[in-house]
């Protein structure tokens, strides 16, 4: 059986225990605790080098870690993942600009709010933070104005990556009230069969 190390409030987690819960697929889940460090000692630095979560480990004890990466692992032969050679490469399009345009504004503005002290030093980049986090927003919203989803016109598992953050954005300040077709989005995904909360994963 697969094994997940990951933190219960991690959007990146929260990720692999959706596509998990979409796939209908059994998985072993161990709680650690990235908060306070634990990803940077020795036991788990041998699961990872990079020393963070998630990581899933396979059945045959190989880890696998960083959560797209893990995505593309668990979809690959479904629907998630389209065969068609551009619908493939758009999908992982939008995944890279999760990485790195969405997920360290969104995401980083989440982590400040719920898990820095008030007078931490980082507390002032908030505002710069949410700025480039509504920056994305819009490319997203400008694209689902036209788009049911975000590559192959289907569910992919650039949706479920992009999901992840994406509708815990408040929790760091960065309102969704101005994106009416991420909304809809939003809504399109909760409505996909399997589809389990963060809070029930």
Known sequence: MLTLYDNHDSGNGYKTRL???LLDIEYT?????SVNGETRKGPFLEKNLNGRIPVLELDDGTYLPESNAILHY???GTSFVPTDRLDHARTLQWMFFEQYTHEPSVAVARFIVRHLAPDHERQATLPAI???GHAALAIME????DNDWFAANQPTIADISL????HMAEDGGIGLS???AINSWIARVRQLPGFVALEDT
């Open 142 to 145: 400008d694209h689902l104005k």
């Open 178 to 180: 101005d994106y009416p």
């Open 130 to 132: 949410r700025q480039s």
């Open 163 to 166: 999901f992840a953050y994406t």
């Open 74 to 76: 668990l979809g690959d």
């Open 29 to 33: 889940y161990v709680e650690v605790d």
């Open 19 to 21: 596509m998990m819960a």
